[in-house]
């Protein structure tokens, strides 16, 4: 079995800053992309931002300049830093995995979400 753990949600302020981690553990054999995704009541769960192993990340046009993802392949771990928030930035974050349990199998695997509000 595999989890994803997703931390750091919370309130803050337009113009304010929050960090959110997520740390995968279980049976993993390899770890191919992990990314940020978010979603509003109503609306279809959106790519925030992906880093593939050993690749570049890649950013929604409408986080980019503000959030930077980054991994520690040592820990399984995805970071998401956020900054300069904007009210349009709440939604609850999900964070994604896709990896292989073993040589043959693989598979995504999502968190349970951590909610972000913007908000004065």
């Known amino acids: 079995q595999v989890q994803l753990v997703e931390s750091g949600g919370g309130l803050v302020q337009p113009g304010g800053s929050l960090n959110l981690s997520c740390a995968a553990s279980g049976s993993i054999f390899s770890i191919y992309v992990m990314a940020w995704y978010r979603q509003t009541p109503g609306k279809q769960r959106e790519l925030v931002a992906s880093m593939p192993s050993g690749g570049s990340a890649n950013y929604a046009d409408s986080v980019k300049g503000r959030f930077t993802i980054f991994r520690d392949n040592a820990k399984n771990t995805v970071y998401l830093q956020m900054n300069s928030l904007k009210p349009e930035d709440t939604a609850v974050y999900y964070c994604?995995?896709?990896?292989?349990?073993?040589?043959?199998?693989?598979?995504?695997?999502w968190g349970q979400g951590t909610q972000v509000t913007v908000s004065s």
């Open positions: 994604n995995a896709d990896l292989r349990t073993t040589a043959w199998y693989r598979r995504e695997y």
